[in-house]
C-alpha cells in the first residue's frame, strides 16, 4: 500500500507569503487521484483540491495543486489569517491512504 | 445545500456494537458514491469505507473488514454503518461523506461527525 509523507509538520508564515506544502508517495502514483483536504480546528474537513491540480467548487484562486509520479504540492500563493489549519493530502490507490497532515500557522 | 447529518455515536464497551447512520439531503442521494471516514483524537483522517450509489459494492479497510458492514437505503436517503467487534483503536468522530462525481474518492461533503467511544 502506497505510503503518503507530507512535509513539513508545521509551516510558520506571516500573512502574504507562500505556502508550499510537499506531498510525497512511497511509489509513484499510477493515477492522478490525489487529493487535498484543509481542515479547521474542531471542524470537518473541507475538500481544497481533487486530481492533483483541480480545484473544487467555491475554493480561492490562492490555493492551487500540482505534481505527479511521487511529488506533489499545495501552494497557498498569498497566506491568510484564515488559511490557519491542518492540510492533509489523500490517494485512491489499491485503497484510501491520508497523509499525516502539515500543520499551517500565522506568525 | 448539500446536509449530511450523522447519529448513533456513543460509548461502547469493548467487543459491542454500535449503528451509525447519516441522513442526506440537498442532492441526488442514489446517483452519489458514498462513505466513511474517521478521525480519531489528535490523528490523521483514516478511510473506514466507500459503497456504490446503488448500494451493491462496498469497499472496505482492511482494519475493519468482517467488523463492520456499510449499506444504504436510497429510499430514505439514508447511509447506515453496523460496527461489531468493537476494539479501543475504533475509537474516532467518524464522517460520513460524499464522493465528487468521477473524482476518485475526493469528497465534496462531510457532516459534522460522530464521536464513538470504545472504552470501559
Known amino acids: 500500500e502506497i505510503v503518503l509523507t507530507q512535509s513539513p509538520g508545521t509551516l510558520s508564515l506571516s500573512p502574504g507569503d507562500r505556502a508550499a506544502l510537499s506531498c510525497r508517495a512511497s511509489?509513484?502514483?499510477?493515477?492522478?487521484?490525489l487529493t487535498w483536504y484543509q481542515q479547521k480546528a474542531g471542524q470537518a474537513p473541507r475538500l481544497l483540491i481533487y486530481?492533483?491540480?483541480s480545484r473544487a467548487s467555491g475554493i480561492p484562486d490562492r490555493f492551487s495543486g500540482s505534481g505527479s509520479g511521487t511529488d506533489f504540492t499545495l501552494t497557498i500563493s498569498r497566506l491568510e489569517p484564515e488559511d490557519v489549519a491542518v492540510y492533509y493530502c489523500?490517494?485512491?490507490?489499491?485503497?484510501?491512504?491520508f497523509g499525516g497532515g502539515t500543520r499551517v500557522e500565522i506568525k | 445545500d448539500v446536509q449530511l447529518l450523522e447519529s448513533g455515536g456513543g460509548l461502547v464497551q469493548p467487543g459491542g456494537s454500535l449503528r451509525l447512520s447519516c441522513l442526506a439531503s440537498?442532492?441526488?442521494?442514489?446517483?452519489?458514491?458514498m462513505g466513511w471516514v474517521r478521525q480519531a483524537p489528535g490523528k490523521r483522517l483514516e478511510w473506514v469505507s466507500v459503497?456504490?450509489?446503488?448500494?451493491?459494492?462496498?469497499f472496505y479497510a482492511d482494519y475493519v473488514k468482517g467488523r463492520f458492514t456499510f449499506s444504504r437505503d436510497n429510499s430514505v436517503d439514508t447511509l447506515y454503518l453496523q460496527m461489531n467487534s468493537l476494539r479501543a483503536e475504533d475509537t474516532a468522530v467518524y464522517y460520513c461523506?460524499?464522493?465528487?462525481?468521477?473524482?476518485?474518492?475526493?469528497?465534496?461533503?462531510w457532516g459534522q461527525g460522530t464521536l464513538v467511544t470504545v472504552s470501559t
Open positions: 461523506v460524499k464522493e465528487l462525481a468521477g473524482s476518485g474518492w475526493a469528497f465534496d461533503s
Open positions: 489523500q490517494h485512491l490507490g489499491t485503497g484510501l491512504t
Open positions: 511509489q509513484s502514483l499510477s493515477n492522478n487521484y
Open positions: 486530481g492533483a491540480s
Open positions: 459503497i456504490s450509489a446503488d448500494g451493491r459494492t462496498a
Open positions: 440537498g442532492f441526488t442521494f442514489s446517483n452519489s458514491v
